[in-house]
């Protein structure tokens, strides 16, 4: 569920594109956490292994559209040129947000 904003920012997506861009990565994905370290491990001890809820009102209850590039600079999906991934709340939250951790581009 994607809370609509009163005004968008500059290159930011309507709510309905932002719908069809996190569809579109959990698809991709199989719903499957994608955030992986160098080592090929996940990013955080506590992944959570198989297919993610794609909703919910918790966020460490479901999976999460991760933008690898900042959103302001980069923008907010694939086609305006940032690289989108699917995560789990451990990995996006605290491997990436917490531990500052760059999860590789899966090939
Ligand atoms: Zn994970």
Redesign the pocket.
Known sequence: MIRPRSKLRRGELTPDQKEAERNRVYARAGG?????GEDGL???K????GV?PKDGDDPWNHGHLVHLHSKRPAFWSEAQGNVLLW??????LI?CHQRGLKPVVPQ
Do not use: T, V
Not at 46 to 49: D, E, M, Q, R, Y
């Open positions: 499957m956490c994608e955030l992986r996940p990013l955080d506590g992944h959570w292994p993610i995560g789990c709340p451990a990995c996006h491997g």
